[in-house]
């Protein structure tokens, strides 16, 4: 998975970059992003303090400041991180899937499962439309970016409708999002499979009577 970018501005607006040079440092950085998904996920933002997100991560306060600033920096890079958490989790099982319509099945059924792995996901997301709208906002567009991109190559090569594209693509993230809020974050008791099947025989049949 790709390590956040982490950069900052000092006093005189030049942009410093802090992303770790050496294995050790990229390291400490995860178990930071790792520590802060707890804490802001169990406190939220407000209640969050950065003092308990280095003694959540087992380091020292000083080590925070290597690489964030503030509690909104890295509440900004856990956003990403938890974005590129997703992505890695999906996008291997998507590309597995035999066609275009399997694919989608097979995608949420795989983030109904991180779902259920990552419940402070939901708490973070929400959090951040109001912490950092530009965060939030750009891991709901690059989730549709990659359904876009998979239902137009899928439609060029004539496995679906050939319309299909950005509203299709959004009308499925939204349907996703909030089967992961009913069965991954609300019950778990759930079949996972059996979700994602009726989820897939809607975008493949519709609602029209046989």
């Given at each position: 998975?790709?390590?956040?970018?982490?950069?900052?501005?000092?006093?005189?607006?030049?942009?410093?970059?802090?992303?770790?040079?050496?294995?050790?440092?990229?390291?400490?950085?995860?178990?930071?992003?790792?520590?802060?998904?707890?804490?802001?996920?169990?406190?939220?933002?407000?209640?969050?303090?950065?003092?308990?997100?280095?003694?959540r991560?087992?380091?020292?306060?000083?080590?925070?400041?290597?690489?964030?600033?503030?509690?909104?920096?890295?509440?900004?890079?856990?956003?990403?991180?938890?974005?590129?958490?997703?992505?890695?989790?999906?996008?291997?099982?998507?590309?597995?899937?035999?066609d275009?319509?399997?694919?989608?099945?097979l995608?949420?059924?795989?983030?109904?499962?991180?779902?259920?792995?990552?419940?402070?996901?939901?708490?973070?997301?929400?959090?951040?439309?109001?912490?950092?709208?530009?965060?939030?906002?750009?891991?709901?567009?690059?989730?549709?970016?990659?359904?876009?991109?998979?239902?137009?190559?899928?439609?060029?090569?004539?496995?679906?409708?050939?319309?299909?594209?950005?509203?299709?693509?959004?009308?499925?993230?939204?349907m996703?999002?909030?089967?992961?809020?009913?069965?991954?974050?609300?019950?778990?008791?759930?079949?996972?499979?059996?979700?994602?099947?009726?989820?897939?025989?809607?975008?493949a049949?519709?609602?029209?009577?046989?």
């Amino acid at each position: 998975m790709d390590q956040p970018p982490v950069a900052t501005e000092n006093a005189g607006s030049e942009v410093r970059d802090k992303t770790p040079r050496t294995e050790r440092g990229r390291r400490t950085l995860r178990k930071l992003l790792d520590a802060a998904a707890v804490e802001f996920g169990e406190r939220g933002f407000h209640e969050a303090s950065i003092s308990a997100i280095t003694r959540r991560a087992g380091t020292a306060l000083g080590s925070f400041y290597t690489y964030f600033d503030s509690k909104d920096e890295i509440f900004q890079a856990l956003v990403r991180y938890m974005s590129e958490q997703l992505r890695d989790h999906v996008t291997p099982v998507v590309q597995e899937a035999p066609d275009a319509i399997a694919a989608e099945r097979l995608g949420l059924q795989s983030y109904l499962g991180f779902v259920r792995e990552h419940k402070e996901i939901y708490r973070i997301i929400d959090e951040a439309e109001f912490v950092d709208y530009a965060s939030y906002r750009r891991h709901y567009e690059t989730t549709v970016e990659r359904i876009r991109h998979r239902l137009e190559g899928a439609a060029k090569r004539g496995d679906i409708r050939p319309d299909a594209g950005e509203v299709h693509a959004w009308a499925i993230a939204g349907m996703n999002v909030f089967l992961g809020m009913r069965y991954g974050l609300w019950d778990e008791a759930a079949d996972v499979d059996a979700v994602a099947q009726a989820a897939n025989d809607l975008l493949a049949n519709g609602l029209k009577r046989n």
